[in-house]
């Protein structure tokens, strides 16, 4: 199982042996610990539950102390479950760090998209808004008639229309590793990657080739 939570650095460049410049998204990968194996005998489904990101001890409720106690693990804020069915190379207490991965591996990282608040149509969707000639003063960036004729008479379900933007999770699939430094826990990857700096994210294996 290849899987990692992580922390979004920033964006940068690195440099290739032919001098061409890539940019990559730095990722703080790690280390993370297996808190839980999930078996379909007992849970229904087979997943590895990861924790990352060591805390003072008094920002736990006792069930979550208690759940890591259980296999003497440090207090940890994120927890999160990594579907797999490979599981039998790992085991409670297990720790994981950024050397799972190497140069030219492709994977997933899924986090949170930064959110824009309430958007109108245009910058939400792409609407082209209203004419900007033929007497209009105030509907140039309106959304419009969206709705039918007389017949049914009334807005569809599901219509594209202003809304809350952003702040919904988000997955870059396919992007190939570019860097892995074990020393300092940090893994580059080739694009931008969803959310703000500080961001938590999650990397696994790539789900489609």
């Known amino acids: 199982m290849k899987g990692l939570i992580g922390k979004k650095i920033g964006m940068t460049q690195i440099f290739d042996e032919s001098g061409k410049a ?24 087979s997943a590895v539950q990861l924790g990352y990101g ?12 208690g759940h890591l106690k259980s296999n003497d693990l440090p207090p940890l804020r994120f927890l ?7 599981v039998d190379d790992l085991k409670e207490g297990d720790k994981l760090t950024v050397d799972l991965f190497e140069m030219g ?9 930064k959110g824009k608040g309430f958007a109108g149509g245009m ?34 379900k599901g219509m594209r229309g ?12 396919n992007l190939k590793v570019a860097l892995v430094d ?17 961001g938590l ?7 489609k080739q």
């Open 123 to 156: 910058k939400r969707h792409g609407f082209g808004g209203g004419p900007i000639t033929h007497g209009q003063s105030d509907r140039q960036r309106s959304v419009g008639s969206i709705g039918a004729t007389s017949t049914p008479g009334r807005v569809f």
């Open 80 to 86: 999160r479950e990594f579907r797999t069915k490979q």
């Open 54 to 65: 060591e805390v003072n001890s008094r920002k736990l409720s006792g069930g979550q102390l």
């Open 182 to 198: 074990e020393e300092r826990n940090l893994l580059g990857v080739h694009g931008s990657v969803p959310g703000p700096r500080g």
């Open 105 to 113: 591996d492709r994977v997933d990282v899924v986090g949170v998209s």
């Open 22 to 45: 890539i940019p990559v998204t730095l990722i703080e990968a790690g280390p993370c610990y297996v808190t839980e194996i999930r078996n379909p005998s007992r849970d229904g489904y």
């Open 201 to 207: 994210v999650m990397i696994r294996e790539v789900r």
């Open 162 to 173: 202003p809304g809350h933007m952003g702040s919904a999770r988000v997955t870059s699939q």
